[in-house]
């Protein structure tokens, strides 16, 4: 929850003048723009989910003790530091950037054709739900788009835990992953992700595009592109 804080504004804002600066609302500059901010916001996003999945090992199945190692996420991280340096709190770092680039890219991308096809403006009574909708779809697209890079990741940041290593790289993960269980194993979980993605997304999309309407006055609300609710990138 502290690190969504963050991740949120960083992406928003990333994306938002990211696409101010190439100038044009297309949906390949959409594409440029969501995938600068999916890169640039790994920063705060790869410690915050190694320290959610060591949180959430922490005395389950192999990695069970007598005695918890961590009292919360804020814990993990400074003994995670504490052991292993800088490098340990990266555990995972390139397979992040890896699914976040493209997937946030993607991201963006729906969102914007989804407003546009959907033909979501201010004054449509239906707007709301439409949002919602388009929200939900581009979540769903951007977990599909990159998933089995997320089933890796997860597997490199719990590596090493109870002090046993199987991996030596994202390579050898999946070489290994695949050996061990087929190709089922990068579809893994897919499912519950996805019924998250959809309601998760569909309010944080509404919630931003709502407020940034609302924020702004008749008078200095700029004109959108046709279809598009979304204010132009140059007003944010």
Excluded: H
Aim: net charge positive; charged share 20%; with cysteine.
């Amino acid at each position: 929850m502290m690190g969504l804080t963050f991740i949120n504004a960083l992406v928003f804002g990333v994306q938002g003048n990211t696409l101010r600066a190439l100038g044009k609302d297309t949906p390949l500059n959409q594409f440029i723009a969501g995938s600068a901010a999916g890169a640039i916001q790994c920063v705060i996003c790869c410690p915050m989910e190694l320290a959610k999945t060591r949180m959430q090992l922490q005395g389950t199945g192999e990695y069970k003790l007598k005695t918890k190692n961590y009292k919360n996420s804020l814990d993990c991280l400074i003994k995670i530091y504490q052991k292993e340096g800088l490098r340990g709190i990266n555990r995972g770092m390139v397979s992040t950037f890896i699914r976040e680039t493209p997937s946030f890219g993607f991201y963006f991308l729906t969102y914007d054709c989804m407003t546009r096809y959907l033909g979501c403006e201010a004054e449509d009574s239906y707007v709301i739900p439409k949002l919602l909708f388009s929200g939900g779809m581009s979540g769903i697209v951007s977990w599909l788009s990159t998933y089995p890079m997320d089933v890796i990741k997860s597997r490199l940041q719990a590596d090493g835990v109870g002090g046993i290593t199987q991996y030596s790289g994202i390579l050898d993960c999946i070489r290994k992953s695949y050996r061990e269980e087929g190709w089922r194993v990068f579809t893994r979980g897919l499912t519950s992700t996805l019924l998250r993605a959809f309601p998760v997304n569909a309010a944080t999309f509404a919630t931003v595009t709502v407020f940034l309407m609302y924020m702004k006055s008749e008078d200095s609300l700029p004109e959108c592109e046709p279809g598009s609710v979304i204010p132009q990138p140059s007003s944010l």
